[in-house]
């Protein structure tokens, strides 16, 4: 089946430390997009992608870096500059152009501070 | 500026009873108009879009949503309401000239009691 896989499920950042989430997906879209959600606010995007080696910044990019070196794959990197990391974080894809298409949401990855 | 409002953070219903989540938007140009629905530690699935046409619109697991251009609102209902239906959902738009970016509501929990 057609999805997107989202690994790790849980994550723990030391203090100082980047930590990667993986976002991987088959459904042969080009577009791709990193949110963050917390608790009693809606999703804010971070950074999304239109095609291959290409990014842009979304509202939310500081603290956060990503790479789009594949179709498949856009993996997001969580730097020590991120001084408030904690949230769940949400990869989503979808054709483009966007258009009139939903997104579609992998289910997510958990990241807490040690 | 452009925005999705979720007036109500929390909606109760009894089971069998019908259900309205509402949602009002504000952008400039014609709206894209979506519903996703969010499981406890899970992605969101999308439910229902309005692009263009008939103000009704019919999605999955039984939901419909009335597009009121006058009153720009995208109202979520249900003819009757089942304990799984108790979730998270949250409205999103795009303005007609963004190809990319959707603007989310904060989401309103839907519980419905036996």
């Known amino acids: 089946d057609g999805g997107i896989t989202q690994s790790p499920k849980y994550l723990f950042r030391k203090e100082g430390q980047n930590v990667t989430l993986s976002c991987e997906q088959n459904l042969n879209h080009d577009a791709m997009y990193w949110y963050r959600q917390d608790p009693g606010q809606g999703l804010r995007l971070i950074y999304y992608?239109?095609?291959?080696?290409?990014?842009q910044k979304g509202d939310i990019a500081e603290g956060y870096s990503v790479s789009r070196e594949k179709k498949e794959s856009f993996p997001l990197t969580v730097t020590s500059a991120q001084k408030n990391p904690t949230a769940f974080y949400l990869c989503?894809?979808?054709?483009?152009?966007?258009?009139?298409?939903?997104?579609?949401f992998g289910d997510g990855t958990r990241l807490s501070i040690l | 500026a452009q925005s999705v409002a979720q007036p109500e953070d929390q909606v109760n219903v009894a089971e069998g009873n019908p259900l309205t989540v509402k949602c009002t938007y504000s952008v400039s140009g014609n709206p894209y108009l979506f519903w996703y629905v969010q499981y406890p530690n899970r992605g969101l699935q999308f439910l229902l879009k309005?692009?263009?046409?008939d103000n009704l619109v019919k999605g999955s697991y039984g939901f419909e949503a009335e597009f009121n251009k006058s009153q720009t609102s995208f109202h979520l209902k249900k003819p009757s309401a089942l304990v799984s239906d108790s979730a998270l959902y949250f409205c999103a738009v795009r303005d007609g000239g963004s190809n990319y970016q959707l603007i989310w509501g904060a989401g309103t929990k839907l519980i419905i009691k036996p």
């Open positions: 989503a894809s979808s054709p483009v152009p966007l258009g009139n298409q939903p997104q579609h």
């Open positions: 309005y692009i263009t046409g």
């Open positions: 992608s239109q095609i291959v080696n290409d990014f």
